[in-house]
């Protein structure tokens, strides 16, 4: 890992560690380090999980039931926590994704206002 | 819960999959095993932080987080015993002084009597006090019957008036007699108070006429229940008082104790009793009698001053309906300017609170200070250890304990320690409560004070430790706040770089030094104010002296003999072998007072009057100055004469010759005027107390021509054999003589000893808060010396390196001492006497601010604090500089 590969990772914003493992786990149920792994692959390593804080992350989710935990093999035949999306979770993610999505596209109005004149 | 620990069950074993996955991860992009091992690791972060911040997510963590705290900081507090013990003592001694004299305050001060709108009662007195007119039953705030009848027909600006006085009543007969403390009661005051009764019924208007002979006895509710086991049936049973069998009508609520404050009520009986209980007494009609205390409610809507105003023009009319005869027209001049005002009395009456408020006040105010010293000194403590431990904090943070944690922490095991100190201390307020009222109690005024727990010492105990421990938990808390982790870790130790605290602290022991040094000047005052006091020469010599009480109005003796009878006794106690000397007296030492108004030779005033037999001046040992005492030729009808005092000749007779001179005395009711010749001078003795400044003039006269004898007489006995002993004889003696003679002793030294007691509680007290305030302060002197010389080791190895001496070590460390201690003793020294003014009242023959004191109390905390530093000192000069330097 040099200095330069560094400089291109973001640090995730605050809560939005969860909306992103919400949305790893439409695909189907993950064990931890895969849905870390997916996070970081579907940026194209730019966004770095903060693994310290994908635990707590999880059982913030679990507490709030968005997500469950079911006994599961993992690939390499491994017996693991498989974490899966709820009804609740389901909901709950697209409504977070259209908050996101306004949130996103307001800060890049501000940012960028010139993109949208018509000059 | 139950799904939280599922949730959480298998957490490691999950991360540490996780670290192996991302492990496999690095190996296939080629690293080494042991590379692509630690890169996992240090990708994922501290395990323990990430499975405790997973957990916190499921907890009521606080809840947790304060259990483990107080698991944690009870075995930190289990680990140094010795600052344990130190803190947790220092913090129960402060603590429990201050309930113990809170409790007191409480008792005797704070708290309303617990009768109907308290707020409203109000005692009525003499504008200004009787002056000492006519004959008082106690202080001045009392009143006659006569002139209660008065008030209770005339007064309008008062709902249900009343009148009561406590008084000594024997219950029993034979053998099971005993003395218990009663009241006369008029017929309105329970009514008036709207206190319902526990059993029966209280007495009424309807009970409390005159001759109503013996209508019923209410009974206090201890005494229902100590005397009669809390007997069910008890209304209606007869109670032999004065050996009058009287009906029980009814029992008091618990709550009910009586009127005045310390002194709880047995028995209550109504005035109009009096004539029947006692055939003699003729109180109720006496208008020179001063005995009754009269109080009422304030109507509603009527202010204390309206009331006032109001009785102030009412009683004219009242005092001149009272008029008391026998008096010269000068002395009744007196009595006509007498007019009635009223004053609050819903704390109840009080000769506690009037002759202990001040001490107790002040000594709340020790206390105080001592409470100070002692968190002062349990933060210095906390100081030093955090300090100490600020290694421990660093490695903790640096292992991801958050700031907030240690903070709470540091709080937690505050709180541990006030909590410990707290209960220790209600324990020991409990043992310092009793011991201040044994301390106070005397034989001849049995204390009785309410000192159940109540919520408001409870509230107070909780203030002062919650407050104590806030404060001293904050200062290290904030400490190991400010420190950064790395330094802290690098320096591996308590380093040079906290000379902030170092500050802090040198100025929490300045201000202990300060404190103790006011404290010790403190105790040094009222101890050498008592010493004073027992130094005192009352002009006669106390010891060996035994006082007998003597009754005998149950004989059947007449009046015409009461004289004889006393004679005959006197007689028969002289006869004991062991009794050296024995005279009677109507005035005992510092008991009571007798005046009469007197004329020598043209010059007019007033002199104290004793009626003594022969070998009265022998057996108090007061020398003669000059003619002869009393003896058995002086009768009464031989010609009236008189022994008087220096100070007597000094006020009537200037530079005559006194002997021979005669003394015309004033008439008073049962004291016609007479014409006494003066046959001899006898050298002042102090007549109302030791802290008299001069001598009144006093004048004696033989006994045997004592114009009103009553059935009873007290004689003085001097012996050298032990006066237990003594009493025995004489008691042997009195009774096979006559079993109907009633007998009590007072031992005189004891007695006036007894009249000492709030200096001497003053000085007991004082001296062991200043000896505990200096403990304390030496304590915190201790650490912090022991602390900057830790600081300063290498320092101090650097020196020794370059050939510094161990003398040259020690002066350096004995000077930091010095420099503390000064300033301290200088604050102090400033602050003292600010402090010790308020206490002048109080101090016997020493001025507050009295130099010598200040300075020897400087002089002894500076030595004391010298030696408090010597060990630190020696320790100091046993630092290996090799040592030293290398662990810098």
């Excluded at chain 2, 020179?288 to 006032?308: D, I, Q, R, Y």
């Excluded at chain 2, 010059?603 to 003896?631: C, E, H, M």
């Excluded at chain 2, 002042?684 to 802290?691: A, F, N, P, S």
């Excluded at chain 2, 003696?733 to 002793?745: C, G, L, N, Y």
Aim: hydrophobic share 45%.
């Amino acid at each position: 890992m040099s200095t330069k590969e560094e400089k291109n990772r973001i640090e995730l914003l605050q809560g939005t560690l969860d909306l992103l493992i919400l949305r790893t786990l439409l695909l189907g149920p993950a064990h931890g380090h895969a849905i870390a792994k997916a996070i970081e692959f579907r940026s194209d390593d730019v966004l770095q999980v903060e693994q310290g804080s994908l635990y707590p992350a999880l059982h913030r989710l679990l507490k709030r039931r968005w997500i469950s935990v079911e006994e599961g093999t993992s690939e390499n035949n491994r017996r693991a926590k498989f974490y899966q999306l709820t009804t609740l979770g389901r909901t709950q993610l697209a409504l977070e994704t259209s908050k996101w999505d306004k949130l996103t596209a307001a800060i890049g109005r501000i940012l960028r206002p010139t993109e949208e004149g018509p000059s | 819960m139950k799904r939280r620990e599922r949730m959480l069950r298998g957490l490691d074993q999950e991360i540490r999959d996780h670290i192996e996955m991302a492990t496999q991860d690095n190996i296939d992009r080629g690293m080494s095993p042991e590379e692509a091992h630690y890169a996992a690791v240090r990708k994922f972060g501290n395990v323990t932080r990430v499975q405790e911040d997973t957990r916190e997510v499921w907890s009521f963590t606080w809840f947790e987080n304060a259990l483990q705290d107080v698991r944690f900081g009870l075995r930190k507090l289990r680990k140094s015993p010795g600052f344990t013990i130190v803190a947790v003592l220092t913090l129960a001694l402060g603590i429990g002084a201050n309930t113990a004299i809170f409790h007191l305050i409480d008792a005797v001060r704070l708290r309303s009597l617990p009768v109907r709108d308290p707020q409203s009662l109000v005692s009525l007195q003499i504008k200004g006090g009787n002056h000492g007119f006519g004959i008082n039953a106690g202080d001045e705030s009392l009143l006659t019957y006569p002139l209660w009848e008065q008030i209770r027909d005339h007064q309008t600006s008062l709902s249900g008036a009343f009148a009561w006085e406590s008084w000594d009543f024997n219950v029993g007969l034979g053998a099971q007699k005993k003395s218990v403390i009663g009241l006369w009661v008029s017929g309105e005051m329970f009514r008036s108070l709207g206190i319902l009764p526990e059993k029966g019924r209280f007495l009424t208007t309807e009970d409390d006429r005159a001759g109503c002979g013996t209508p019923g006895v209410v009974l206090s509710y201890a005494f229902w229940r100590t005397q009669f086991g809390s007997d069910e049936s008890i209304v209606g049973q007869k109670l032999i008082v004065d050996s009058h069998p009287i009906e029980i009508i009814g029992v008091a609520p618990a709550k009910f104790t009586g009127l005045e404050i310390g002194k709880a009520f047995d028995i209550a009986v109504p005035f109009c009793s009096g004539p029947a209980l006692n055939s003699k007494d003729t109180n109720l009609s006496r208008r020179e009698f001063f005995w009754v205390l009269v109080m009422g409610h304030l109507k509603s809507g009527v202010t204390l001053a309206h009331a006032s105003a109001e009785l102030e023009t009412l009683s004219r009319g009242m005092i001149e309906a009272t008029v008391p005869s026998g008096y010269s027209e000068d002395a009744l001049k007196t009595y006509h300017d007498f007019r009635l005002t009223t004053l609050p009395a819903g704390g109840g009456i009080s000769n506690l609170r009037q002759s202990y408020s001040a001490s107790l006040w002040l000594l709340l105010g020790i206390t105080g200070l001592v409470l100070l010293i002692a968190c002062a000194n349990i933060a210095n403590l906390m100081l030093v250890r955090s300090s100490v431990r600020g290694r421990e904090m660093a490695v903790r943070l640096a292992l991801g304990a958050s700031y907030w944690r240690l903070a709470t922490q540091m709080i937690t095991e505050s709180l541990l320690l006030a909590g410990t100190g707290a209960a220790l201390g209600l324990v020991l307020a409990k043992v310092f409560s009793h011991t201040l009222i044994s301390l106070i109690r005397t034989e001849g005024d049995r204390l009785q004070l309410d000192l159940s727990l109540d919520w408001r010492v409870l509230l107070f105990v909780s203030a002062v430790a919650i407050t104590t421990s806030v404060v001293f938990g904050l200062a290290p808390a904030f400490e190991s706040l400010r420190k950064e982790p790395v330094d802290a870790l690098k320096s591996g130790g308590p380093k040079t770089g906290s000379r902030q605290s170092h500050a802090f602290q040198r100025v929490l022991v300045v201000s202990q030094i300060a404190i103790s040094l006011v404290l010790l000047v403190g105790a040094f005052l009222f101890v050498l104010s008592f010493w004073n006091l027992t130094k005192v020469d009352p002009g006669f010599r106390q010891d060996g002296v035994l006082i007998a009480y003597m009754g005998f109005d149950k004989m059947g003796v007449t009046p015409e003999h009461y004289d004889d009878t006393a004679r005959q006794l006197l007689a028969q106690i002289r006869s004991i072998p062991l009794v050296e000397s024995a005279a009677t007296s109507t005035h005992l030492p510092f008991n009571g007072s007798w005046t009469s108004g007197v004329d020598v030779g043209g010059v007019q005033g007033q002199s104290k009057f004793s009626w003594v037999s022969p070998g009265y001046l022998r057996t108090l040992q007061i020398p003669l100055a000059a003619g002869r005492d009393f003896n058995d030729r002086d009768t009464a009808t031989s010609p009236r004469v008189a022994i008087v005092s220096q100070s007597f000749v000094h006020k009537f007779l200037g530079a005559h010759d006194p002997i021979g001179k005669v003394i015309r005395t004033a008439p008073e009711p049962d004291y016609p005027a007479a014409v006494y010749e003066i046959i001899g001078v006898a050298k002042d003795t102090k007549y109302t107390g030791l802290r008299e400044e001069t001598p009144p003039a006093e004048a004696y006269a033989p006994s045997t021509q004592f114009p009103a004898p009553g059935p009873d007489t007290a004689v003085l006995i001097r012996s050298s054999a032990p006066l237990s002993a003594v009493s025995a004889a004489v008691r042997d003696k009195v009774t096979s003589a006559s079993s109907e003679i009633d007998i009590e002793f007072v031992v005189l030294k004891k007695s006036i000893e007894d009249r000492m007691i709030r200096e001497r509680l003053l000085a007991l007290l004082s001296g062991s808060f200043g000896f505990l305030a200096l403990i304390l302060a030496m304590i915190g002197l201790y650490g912090v010396i022991s602390y900057i010389v830790t600081l300063r080791r290498a320092e101090i190895g650097i020196r020794m390196a370059l050939g510094a001496s161990r003398k040259n070590i020690v002066t350096i460390v004995l000077g930091q001492t010095l420099s503390l201690t000064f300033l301290g003793i200088a604050v102090g020294a400033l602050l003292a006497p600010l402090a010790t003014r308020g206490a002048a009242a109080l101090l016997y023959g020493i001025r507050p601010q009295d130099p010598f004191t200040l300075v020897a109390a400087s002089v002894f905390l500076g030595s004391v604090a010298l030696c408090a530093s010597v060990i630190p000192a020696r320790r100091a000069t046993l630092v290996d500089p090799m040592i030293a330097l290398r662990y810098e």
